[in-house]
């Protein structure tokens, strides 16, 4: 069984960084995207930025643009965010997602992590 583990989270002040890192293990394979999403209290979970595995084009949220950067290693099968000039409503759970698409069924496969929180308050 595949699993993806998050680490990086934490308290920080208004205008600091953070980097998360999320690594997938066991039986995780043929990965087409990895991403982060993130949830704050009271609202629904959205879509903070992705990579995908071939040709690593990113797509991000209007809300983080210019602030957060995704990458990835994918010989390790990890992803990465590096978040700067964190803002209070950056406050949110952040849970590591990865699609994998199976090379010979075209069978897709959603993973999640358990979350990470990150809140920013001074």
């Known amino acids: 069984q595949g699993q993806l583990v998050e680490s990086g989270g934490g308290l920080v002040q208004p205008g600091g960084s953070l980097r998360l890192s999320c690594a997938a293990s066991?039986?995780?394979?043929?990965?087409?995207?990895m991403g982060w999403y993130r949830q704050a209290p009271g609202k629904e979970r959205e879509l903070v930025a992705v990579v995908y595995t071939t040709g690593g084009a990113t797509n991000y949220a209007d809300s983080v643009k210019g602030r957060f950067t995704i990458s990835r290693d994918n010989a390790k099968n990890t992803v990465y965010l590096q978040m700067n000039s964190l803002k209070p409503e950056d406050t949110a759970v952040y849970y590591c997602?990865?699609?994998?698409?199976?090379?010979?069924?075209?069978?897709?496969?959603?993973?999640w992590g358990k979350g990470t929180l990150v809140t920013v308050s001074s």
């Open positions: 066991g039986s995780i394979f043929s990965i087409n995207r």
């Open positions: 997602y990865v699609r994998t698409i199976a090379t010979m069924t075209s069978l897709i496969e959603h993973y």
